[in-house]
């Protein structure tokens, strides 16, 4: 009798768990040198998002997060104490703060891109155009088999009235449908 807790040793299984191997050595290079900037990984993010999406809201973010607004509130706090952010009260709505990265944050977002910039050259130190044409055809179909089942497994759990699935933006509108 075969054990049905052992681990798979299949092709498919092989490559999944290549690329989580990957995903998660990526993040520790980031997460290490990311470090050098005096921000933490959460609040880096934060950072980042603030400085692609000049005048975000905590709501946004914790939108993007897919958290609740206080738990961004204790990250924005401890950015906005150590000078890398501001909040600046939107003129139309003075209940709303608006997030701006401020010089000092700045510098750590341009350090952040130099980073990111050399942990991808060095990731990919030998690939020729044709090794990135083919890893990009076999990551294409890889997301298309994942965008379709996560769509057959939306459209059951809505269809069940489960909507955890969903992404939040798109709650809202099954709400009124559902």
Do not use: W
Not at 4 to 33: G, Q, V, W, Y
Request: aromatic share 4%.
């Amino acid at each position: 009798m075969e054990n049905c807790c052992k681990e798979p040793n299949t092709p498919n299984h092989k490559a999944l768990k290549s690329l989580m191997k990957i995903f998660r050595l990526h993040r520790l290079a980031i997460e290490r040198r990311v470090r050098q900037t005096g921000v933490y990984r959460s609040q880096h993010q934060i950072l980042m998002f603030i400085a692609a999406n000049p005048d975000a809201t905590q709501k946004e973010i914790a939108r993007l997060h897919e958290t609740s607004p206080a738990t961004i509130a204790v990250s924005l706090k401890k950015l906005e104490k150590a000078g890398y952010i501001r909040r600046v009260v939107d003129q139309e709505d003075n209940r709303c703060n608006r997030l701006q990265v401020t010089e000092k944050g700045q510098l750590v977002v341009n350090q952040s891109h130099i980073i990111f910039r050399q942990i991808e050259e060095e990731m990919f130190a030998g690939f020729s155009q044709e090794d990135f044409r083919d890893l990009d055809q076999l990551l294409g179909r890889i997301n298309g088999n994942i965008n379709r089942m996560n769509g057959n497994i939306n459209r059951m759990n809505q269809e069940a009235g489960d909507i955890s699935d969903v992404p939040i933006e798109g709650r809202e509108e099954l709400h009124e449908t559902v």
